[in-house]
């Protein structure tokens, strides 16, 4: 079972009130419902999802829903579940914002979805049809809803981001796509929908993957600094062979014939080393400045003589 199914059974066995559970199947019927006369219909691929669209409708309008195993649905190669509904078809979709005036509309009535639960009971009913959370072990953090009619899809949107969720909206081929990509929000999300089960496990997941992507980072950051120390020696090695070869060093300071001597001695010595060593050796103290300093007196040195 996926992520995103196991997220939708978790969430189908939870109980609201009535003006939740209205907003929630709004959403559903809003998504995924086929009008046809006399009766409509509603798809879904997921069991416990078909499930808790048919106790609704039985609990809320007291009718007869039937369902029916539907053909294979050939982009997924899932069977679709149809629930049937020819009772009291023009009060259900009138009372559910699914038509006005006997029109179709896709953007509920603030009546309906006027509170903060009852905004986020539409937002599970959406998921629950069209939304689809990526497994955080196996993917990047993605949460997203495909969704048909673009109308539904900017509300959808808007209801999103003004609960503080940063979602976008892109069209993508016939549809249109509203998504999440912010791993936080995403965990926010999964808490909106009351799914404690997927939020613990998202969470742990999460926190490894970011414990171990530091800690990547913090090897990366070694790394580098140890590339850039023995970079920096070699070139060090390589002004003192440099200065060797154009004049005696004898003939030099007695500060730039001591870095000479050491840095030969210890060749992967570090700067802040070396200024540790000669001062341990000679009992003077000489800090990592000092040391830096002496090479570019020697890089003045090989410049001035013209090497």
Do not use: W
């Not at 023009?90 to 006997?102: A, M, V």
């Not at 986020?120 to 049809?129: A, I, P």
């Not at 999460?206 to 970079?231: F, G, P, W």
């Not at 570090?270 to 830096?292: D, G, R, W």
């Amino acid at each position: 079972m996926s992520f995103t199914s196991k997220i939708k059974t978790e969430i189908s066995n939870d109980v609201y009130g009535l003006s939740e559970n209205m907003a929630e199947l709004s959403a559903i019927l809003n998504i995924s419902v086929k009008i046809d006369n006399d009766k409509f219909e509603i798809y879904t691929e997921n069991v416990s999802v078909a499930k808790r669209i048919y106790k609704l409708l039985k609990e809320i309008y007291h009718i007869e829903v039937k369902i029916n195993p539907g053909e294979v649905n050939t982009l997924r190669g899932n069977k679709l579940i149809v629930l049937i509904v020819k009772d009291k078809v023009n009060l259900i979709l009138n009372d559910l914002c699914i038509i006005k005036d006997n029109e179709r509309i896709y953007v509920p009535s603030l009546y309906l979805i006027d509170e903060l639960k009852d905004k986020q009971s539409y937002l599970r009913g959406v998921f629950l049809m069209c939304g689809s959370i990526n497994d955080p072990k196996t993917s990047r953090y993605h949460c997203e809803f495909v969704i048909t009619n673009y109308d539904t899809a900017f509300y959808v949107n808007n209801l999103l981001n003004e609960m503080n969720f940063k979602s976008k909206l892109i069209k993508r081929d016939k549809n249109y796509m509203v998504y999440i990509k912010e791993a936080e929000k995403i965990s926010d999300f999964i808490k909106m929908l009351n799914a404690t089960n997927a939020l613990f496990y998202y969470e742990d997941i999460r926190i490894y993957r970011d414990h171990k992507n530091m800690t990547n980072r913090l090897n990366n950051c070694e790394q580098a600094n140890v590339d850039k120390s023995i970079k920096a020696s070699n070139e060090q090695l390589k002004l003192i062979d440099k200065l060797k070869s154009l004049i005696d060093i004898d003939l030099l300071d007695d500060r730039i014939k001591e870095i000479c001597f050491y840095k030969e001695k210890y060749p992967e010595s570090s700067m802040a080393e070396l200024a540790q060593i000669i001062s341990s050796e000679t009992e003077k103290t000489i800090s990592k400045s000092c040391v830096n300093h002496r090479f570019r007196k020697i890089k003045e040195i090989i410049d001035n003589i013209g090497g």
